[in-house]
């Protein structure tokens, strides 16, 4: 195996997040960007603890989004209340599987998989590990990529609430669920962004936190 370059880091070097400008502060402590004045990170600070902790109560949450209704439906012929999996199985059995296969995917599977995947990152950079590291690198970018599109559920809710009220006279109103459900996409996507992906590509003698 051939000697890693040496990184950035190694080599005192800071970039700004704020204004891009590259710079070696004299002190790593506290330091300034010399252009704009913002604080000098070497990586992200707490970027590890910060993703589990919103990873955690991501999936603390992803429990009442699928147990509690997602929405209230109220016709002539009474009310009932949904989940997200009874509405799958409510689209599959009366005919409309595509519709039932997007809201499995994207309500289910997709923030599931999300969720599994960062907690795989954060455990491999925890660890050290120097283990398919390009297939991680490729891994973050799709978790990253999903969390732009993570906003496709609200998108299908709103397509089922106005579907349903074309058909007849009755009115949705979103159930707790779809409020935990929110709360589930706005914090992984949190989690997804402070995860710092450069940690993956320290060598394993530095610690920046
Ligand atoms: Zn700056």
Redesign the pocket.
């Known amino acids: 195996m051939t000697k890693a370059p040496p990184t950035a880091a190694s080599l005192g070097l800071f970039v ?6 590259l ?1 070696r502060p004299a002190h790593s402590h506290e330091a ?7 604080h ?1 990170h070497l990586r992200k600070p707490d970027s590890t603890s910060r993703t589990w902790a919103l990873l955690i109560t991501a999936m603390i949450l992803y429990i009442p989004a699928n147990v509690l209704p997602m929405m209230h439906t109220s016709s002539l012929f009474g009310s009932q209340s949904d989940t997200i999996m009874s509405g799958v199985v409510y689209f599959w059995t009366s005919g409309s599987w595509y519709l039932a296969l997007i809201i499995f995917f994207a309500s289910i599977m997709v923030p599931m998989l999300k969720m599994i995947a960062i907690v795989l990152l954060l455990i491999s950079v925890q660890l050290r590990s120097r283990w398919q590291l390009d297939q991680r690198a490729r891994l973050y970018r799709l978790v990253e990529f999903v969390g732009r599109w993570s906003m496709l559920d609200i998108y299908v809710v709103a397509v089922i609430v106005s579907l349903v009220q074309l058909e007849g006279l009755a009115t949705i109103q979103p159930g707790p669920g779809a409020i935990a459900f929110g709360a589930v996409v706005v914090l992984t996507m949190f989690a997804a962004q402070s995860f710092d992906p450069r940690l993956m590509w320290d060598p394993p003698e530095n610690k920046h936190g």
Not at 16 to 21: D, E, I, S, T
């Open positions: 700004c997040h704020a204004c891009g400008l710079s300034c960007c010399p252009r704009c004045g913002a000098l």
